[in-house]
């Protein structure tokens, strides 16, 4: 199932730089993690490191959700609900074009070009809800 989105998320989707990644733990707790990712139309995905919490969370529970931030006047809100998988393990995020794209000037501004090679399990998302508050 794939959710319809209307322009504005899918907008929001391609230039929002960053969001917050729910998962849930083995104990039931969800954990937001702020997440850089990259929505190629369709499907989102997010770059991690093999050995971070929100790999075994996915592999146990697959329902997660992005937030995206508001406004800051509380509009403007949008929460993504999908389905992620770990779709690729042992590559490098600087060589998915569109991903690195995206964040090359970002991962050098904060010294982390070199250190993103360690992101090298990718997340797909496959969107199927989505939930917004109106824009002003």
């Known amino acids: 199932m794939s959710a319809e989105l209307t322009q504005e998320v899918s907008d929001r989707l391609k230039s929002d730089r960053y969001g917050w990644l729910t998962t849930?733990?083995?104990?039931?707790?969800?954990?937001?993690?702020?997440?850089?990712?990259?929505?190629?139309?369709?499907?989102?995905?997010?770059?991690?490191?093999?050995?971070?919490?929100?790999?075994?969370?996915?592999?146990?529970?697959?329902?997660?959700?992005?937030?995206?931030?508001?406004?800051?006047?509380?509009?403007?809100?949008?929460?993504?609900?999908?389905?992620a998988r770990v779709d690729a393990t042992d590559v490098d995020c600087r060589t998915d074009e569109p991903y690195w794209g995206k964040y090359a000037e970002s991962a050098a501004q904060f010294g982390l070009t070199e250190a993103m090679a360690d992101y090298s399990t990718r997340i797909k998302i496959t969107i199927d809800k989505v939930w917004t508050t109106p824009t002003e």
């Open 24 to 83: 849930v733990a083995k104990s039931g707790q969800p954990v937001p993690k702020l997440i850089w990712f990259y929505f190629d139309g369709t499907d989102l995905f997010v770059y991690t490191t093999p050995s971070a919490a929100k790999v075994a969370h996915v592999q146990r529970h697959p329902r997660v959700s992005l937030n995206l931030d508001s406004d800051g006047n509380g509009s403007g809100i949008i929460v993504i609900g999908g389905e």
